[in-house]
């Protein structure tokens, strides 16, 4: 499973970005896709995820304020930000999990960067 993340550059405190995940391959072997985080001095964190059931879940810190969403066809997963916050400020990756809580393939970081 290949994926490839888009979607980051700069946006001003309160502004919105969309991000993009789209996954290739082995598509069929996945149960969802997630978005972590990994902010300058911190460790990667969880973000959000979606199954291909469509079930999501949020970080607290994001509730409210992102949203994960799916195009089955496309394989895409697509997280929109909204609101967003100076600490939001980090690297994002997409990754596919074949089980529950297990993440096992990882795309390439796109940079998100909300300047106050």
């Known amino acids: 499973v290949q994926l490839q993340a888009s979607g980051g550059g700069v946006v001003q405190a309160g502004g919105s970005l969309r991000l993009s995940c789209a996954a290739s391959?082995?598509?069929?072997?996945?149960?969802?896709l997630g978005w972590f985080r990994q902010a300058p001095g911190k460790e990667r964190e969880f973000v959000a995820s979606i199954s291909w059931s469509i079930s999501t879940n949020y970080a607290d810190s994001v509730k409210g304020r992102f949203t994960i969403s799916r195009d089955g066809a496309k394989n895409t997963a697509y997280l929109q930000m909204n609101d967003l916050k100076s600490e939001d400020t980090a690297v994002y990756y997409c990754?596919?999990?074949?089980?529950?809580?297990?993440?096992?393939?990882w795309g390439q970081g796109t940079l998100v960067t909300v300047s106050s």
């Open positions: 990754a596919a999990g074949v089980r529950v809580g297990i993440w096992t393939y």
């Open positions: 391959g082995r598509t069929a072997s996945i149960y969802g």
